[in-house]
């Protein structure tokens, strides 16, 4: 279970996808965290859990990753957790940056297409083409400098929300990245979707 240095973490509502702060560059984040930012960062951690998705009426009632504008929040912050678990495989991720790398024998970086979906863009799904293996450089809660290799889907997962943070949605023109966009009525029509494109 997770615990909170705040006794009352605030739940933290996500802003439409019409709301500017979406297509906007995130500021920066200084060191030390100032309480402020603490106090923040863990009601981020707090209104990711899917109870509280839930309650917050969210598209979906859980994340794999949310960034802070989602949430109305003018950080460069996010939450990282590919494979969903929002309590034990949860990380906080400040001033993230990527490069796309090259495969060995491969003259540019190696690229696939996967549907995508995001709770700012609800009831929909996009087909995203994004670099397979890349290195990801940020910050920690502590300050500390951390370089990592990501691929795959955890590559996809990190461009996502790295993608929030320098206001860009996945199905932006400007972006460049959405090769196909499908919208549902409802969502058991999204979900039987992905049910047919995983077989």
Known sequence: MITHPNENPTLLTLVNYHNPVLREIMAPVTFPLS????????????????????K????????????????????????????????????????????????????????????????????????????????VTYQNEAGETLIRELKGWEARVWQHENDHLNGLLYDDVKAGKCLDKRTFSSLPEVEAFYRTVRE
């Open 35 to 54: 309480a402020q930012d603490k106090k923040l960062i863990n009601d981020m951690k707090y209104s990711i859990q899917k109870d509280q998705l839930r």
């Open 56 to 135: 917050a009426k969210a598209p979906w009632d859980a994340a794999v990753g949310m960034a802070a504008n989602q949430w109305g929040i003018h950080k460069r912050i996010f939450l990282y957790c590919p494979q969903g678990d929002a309590v034990n495989g949860l990380e906080v991720v400040i001033n993230p940056s990527y490069e796309a790398l090259t495969a060995e024998g491969e003259n540019s970086p190696l690229q696939d297409q996967r549907w995508e979906g995001c709770f700012s863009v609800p009831l929909a799904t996009g087909k995203v083409q994004r670099p397979i293996y890349i290195r």
